[in-house]
C-alpha cells in the first residue's frame, strides 16, 4: 500500500526555524514528484512546495527565500525546511504524492510567540 508519514510539526516561535519530513513507502519514491501543501485555519488549501524526480523544486511566492525542499531518495523522505517562520504559515501541513491521490496525515505547525 502507498503509504505516507508526515511529522516534524509542532510550535516554533516567529523567526525561529523548524524541519517537517514525509517517509514514505509502497511506491518506487524516486520516480515521484512529492508535494507540500496545507491548510491554515479557516481557510483553503494551498499548494507550498514541490520537488520533481529530478530534484527541481518549485514555490508558494510566500515562502520563497525562507523554505527549502529536499528529498533524500535512499531514505525515501522528503523534507521542508522552514526558517524565518512568521504566523501566518501556521497551518497543518500535508506530504502529497504527484497526481494527488496519495496524501500524509498531516503535521500541525504553530507559529506564535
Known amino acids: 500500500d502507498v503509504q505516507l508519514q508526515a511529522s516534524g510539526g509542532g510550535l516554533v516561535q516567529p523567526g525561529g526555524s523548524l524541519r517537517v519530513s514525509c517517509v514514505a513507502s509502497g511506491f518506487t519514491f524516486s520516480t515521484y514528484a512529492i508535494m507540500w501543501l496545507r491548510q491554515a485555519p479557516g481557510k483553503g488549501l494551498e499548494s507550498v512546495s514541490r520537488i520533481n524526480e529530478d530534484g527541481e523544486e518549485y514555490y508558494l511566492d510566500s515562502v520563497k527565500g525562507r523554505f527549502t525542499i529536499s528529498r533524500d531518495n535512499a531514505k525515501n523522505t522528503v523534507y521542508l525546511q522552514m526558517n524565518s517562520p512568521n504566523p501566518e504559515d501556521t497551518a497543518l501541513y500535508y506530504c502529497?504524492?504527484?497526481?494527488?491521490?496519495?496524501w500524509g496525515q498531516g503535521t500541525l505547525v504553530t507559529v506564535s510567540s
Open positions: 502529497v504524492r504527484e497526481g494527488m491521490h496519495y
